[in-house]
């Protein structure tokens, strides 16, 4: 299926390693973030759960999204895109696509799901890994890269292709129908959306994180 190199954009960063300027508590716009997200040697680092996930202030369409990250032991996160902020919506994943953070070694949603499809740099929940084992150890730091382009999507771990799908039509469809989020409104309908680092109770640090739009 496969991505054309995409026309390119100029590179934005999300992150300028000092603060969290750029970035909101889903649902909370112009609040202060919650003193569980620091920042801490150049990343962004959640040291205990109940902050709620950071999403862009701004939204994206196509792109190309570049982001590393380190998960502790026993831990689990993600990156969604496409997250469409509305009080309806709970969570930033009721309506993003999320990229698996994980630590696949101890954590029980490696197992679960379908053939991996809940293990890091997956699509979560929807498709296994292209290329299984892509990710780094649990305390090592994992780069990854999502390209979204014209109904398509691509997402890397160190180097290797871990996920290609279309993001909407029967394919989509099909995927979604046998997953977690079979039924739930909203969910993949946005073409354009936040991006979110995900609080799921345990700590991450995210780095390095830029994108262009396409």
Known sequence: ???NEPAKGKWESLFDGKTLTGWHTYLKAGQPVSDKWMVDDGAIHLTDRGAGDLVTDKEYGDF???IEWKIAEGGNSGIIYHVHED???????NTGP?????????????????DGNRTAGSLYDLQKPVTPGAANPAGQW???????SKGKAEQYLNGKKTAEYPTSGPEWDKMVSESKFKGWEGFGKYA??????????NKVWFRNIRIREL
Do not use: C, W
């Not at 994992?142 to 979204?148: D, Q, R």
């Not at 354009?192 to 109770?201: E, M, W």
């Open 142 to 148: 994992n780069k990854a890269k999502l390209i979204v």
């Open 192 to 201: 354009s959306g936040h991006i979110a680092l995900q609080d799921h109770g």
């Open 87 to 93: 009080p309806k919506f709970k969570s930033t994943y």
């Open 64 to 66: 190309e999204l570049e």
């Open 1 to 3: 299926m496969g991505i």
């Open 98 to 114: 999320e990229m698996q953070v994980l630590d696949n070694e101890r954590h029980p949603d490696a197992k679960q799901g379908r």
